[in-house]
């Protein structure tokens, strides 16, 4: 069965630095997702992203945080200068074209010290 | 706008009685509902969905869930909980257009006490 993954699994930076999650959705799904889960608390939406360009985004997607579609199979998420309070686990998820259901990966930790 | 209510930060039951876990959404038009589990260290997992049709819809490891429209819950439930049912349990609302985003509850851990 098709599967979103994320790579890498666990990423440590040091506050300051800028780091990029990476993502492979289901090849023919449309739409695109982020969200970030802080330790053990609600899972949070951050910015959707359909046709090569955000749908919509959350407060929390401020200027520090950028998407992109790089090659048509990634999917990545970047944060340039990444702060102690971005330490979570980030989930991307596609949507099924028919289902209109979202398939999640396994999650992101990124621990930033 | 979105949102969906999950009232119990924690419920207990002994294993092999009947588990509920409560939810509650508001959401403009017709409502798409999920279930998710999350357990330690690990990502969100797909339970079940609902979209149209019965109200009571069957998922993933016995659960079900029955839709409410009247009193708008999709409570969780299981006939009988085993221990590893011990979880984070998710419940989930998005809107109808295709590219709405999921709006979560904030998450219910279910402990089964052997």
């Known amino acids: 069965e098709p599967e979103v993954t994320q790579t890498p699994s666990h990423q440590v930076t040091q506050m300051g630095q800028e780091v990029i999650l990476r993502c492979v959705p289901i090849?023919?799904?449309?739409?695109f997702y982020w969200y970030r889960q802080i330790l053990g608390q609600k899972v949070e939406f951050l910015v959707s992203?359909?046709?090569?360009?955000?749908?919509?985004k959350s407060e929390i997607f401020d200027d520090q945080f950028s998407v992109e579609r790089p090659d048509g199979s990634n999917f990545t998420l970047k944060i340039r200068s990444t702060k102690l309070e971005d330490s979570a686990m980030y989930f991307c998820?596609?949507?099924?074209?028919?289902?209109?259901?979202?398939?999640f990966g396994p999650g992101t930790r990124l621990t930033v010290t | 706008a979105q949102s969906v209510a999950q009232p119990e930060d924690q419920v207990n039951v002994a294993e092999g009685n009947p588990l509920t876990v409560k939810c509650t959404y508001s959401?403009?038009?017709?409502?798409?509902l999920f279930w998710y589990v999350q357990y330690p260290n690990r990502g969100l997992q797909f339970l079940l969905k609902?979209?149209?049709?019965?109200?009571l819809v069957k998922g993933s490891y016995g659960f079900e869930a029955e839709f409410n429209k009247s009193q708008t819950s999709f409570h969780l439930k299981k006939p009988s909980a085993l221990v590893s049912d011990s979880a984070l349990y998710f419940c989930?609302?998005?809107?109808?257009?295709?590219?709405?985003?999921?709006?979560f509850g904030k998450g219910t851990r279910l402990h089964i006490l052997p």
């Open positions: 998820a596609s949507v099924d074209r028919v289902a209109y259901e979202q398939y």
């Open positions: 090849s023919n799904h449309l739409y």
């Open positions: 992203f359909y046709n090569n360009e955000i749908s919509e």
């Open positions: 959401v403009s038009g017709n409502p798409y």
């Open positions: 609902y979209i149209t049709g019965d109200n």
């Open positions: 989930a609302v998005r809107g109808e257009n295709r590219d709405d985003k999921i709006i």
